[in-house]
């Protein structure tokens, strides 16, 4: 099993390649920066954390590419990744650049992680997010073209959404660039059965993941590909304490609701709840500065303690072992651990993590 961790995207600078040195020391098998312009709470909440005292904002993102090239040259093995950009704020040959970029700085140790996009770092900015399934299909064929293509090589191509004539794309990756896909409906699926080198859906309860999974499995075949080319993994929210009474009072925090609520509306119907957003689809539909923080209050008092179990993998390290254990059966060789246990209570910091290593030790 392979362990992932996310990357700080806040100020300082200086704390992106020590963080990256630091988590290589620690085991982790790959680092993976989040590609955004917003985060996920309304300004007037954040304000009112402890957090706020260091980051006056939760909307301060670095660039991801920036990010990974600035802290790759501290590191000599850990893997780099974004989890996940999209194809909406960059013109595919722009995003190929950046990737091959990222390639050369990591010395081929960069993931291209790539998702339908979230409306919070797209709709306020004026772009259309028409169509972004159809459109992320047209821009990986146009990447792969580009690719695939010899040096000096007129590049042509006429889609729907993108049109190259006599273009040329002659920065060549030293290695591979895999193609990771956070995906999670049957057409994203299908891209990455054809596509993708890996799939990497954000928390999921396992029996979910595991008819995915299998979906996943049967378009690799109506591909003419075996399964096992596509390394599975998942991202995950994790809450870790020692305590059982700790964990179940970590699960009440109002801040980590909050990200019980961007779950779609399908896993709140799922356990015969409605989602305080009515019809929602998560991070495609989300964005936080709509929404003020009495409204966001009000919603978190609906979120069912069920679905704060969905939500996020929580328990004693024995437990999160156990679920472990449980993805790694299904086939998952990739973990992504967002710890997010010092976000209901800032004092676990040094402790969450070292728990998190004694989670990792066990496999």
Not at 329 to 353: A, E, P
Request: hydrophobic share 40%; charged share 25%.
């Amino acid at each position: 099993m392979e362990f992932g961790t996310v990357a700080p995207t806040f100020p300082p600078i200086e704390e992106v390649p020590k963080t990256a040195k630091r988590m290589e020391e620690k085991g982790y098998d790959a680092i993976w920066v989040a590609d955004h312009l917003m985060g996920w709470y309304p300004h007037d909440l954040w304000k009112e954390t402890i957090f706020a005292m260091r980051y006056p904002s939760c909307h301060m993102f670095y660039d991801a590419f920036c990010e990974i090239c600035y802290a790759a040259p501290a590191t000599e093995k850990i893997k780099f990744g974004t989890s996940v950009t999209e194809v909406f704020r960059r013109h595919p040959a722009v995003l190929l650049q950046q990737a091959v970029t990222a390639n050369h700085a990591t010395k081929g140790r960069f993931i291209l992680g790539l998702g339908a996009g979230e409306a919070e770092n797209i709709v306020p900015y004026g772009i259309d997010f028409s169509k972004p399934v159809a459109r992320l299909e047209e821009a990986v064929e146009v990447m792969k073209l580009m690719l695939n293509s010899d040096y000096g090589e007129p590049i042509n191509y006429e889609g729907k959404f993108y049109r190259l004539e006599d273009a040329v794309f002659d920065i060549k990756p030293i290695s591979e660039i895999p193609f990771w896909f956070g995906a999670h409906g049957n057409r994203m699926l299908k891209l990455t059965a054809k596509h993708g080198d890996g799939w990497l859906p954000t928390t999921l309860p396992p029996e979910v993941y595991r008819e995915r999974a299998e979906k996943l499995d049967s378009f690799a075949k109506e591909f003419g590909r075996e399964p096992e080319e596509i390394t599975k993994a998942i991202f995950v929210s994790l809450i870790v304490d020692e305590k059982p009474e700790e964990v179940e009072k970590l699960l009440k925090s109002p801040i980590l609701k909050v990200h019980a609520l961007l779950m779609p509306s399908e896993f709140y119907e799922m356990l015969g709840y409605k989602h305080p957003f009515g019809k929602f689809y998560g991070l495609l539909d989300y964005i936080p500065t709509k929404y003020t923080k009495e409204q966001i209050m009000e919603a978190i008092k609906q979120v069912p303690d069920e679905i704060m179990r969905i939500a996020y993998i929580a328990g004693t390290p024995e437990e999160i072992v156990q679920q472990f254990e449980q993805y790694e059966k299904l086939g998952v060789s990739h973990i992504v651990i967002w710890n997010l246990t010092y976000f209901g209570d800032v004092s676990k910091i040094k402790t969450s993590y070292a728990l998190i290593d004694e989670i990792m030790s066990h496999f």
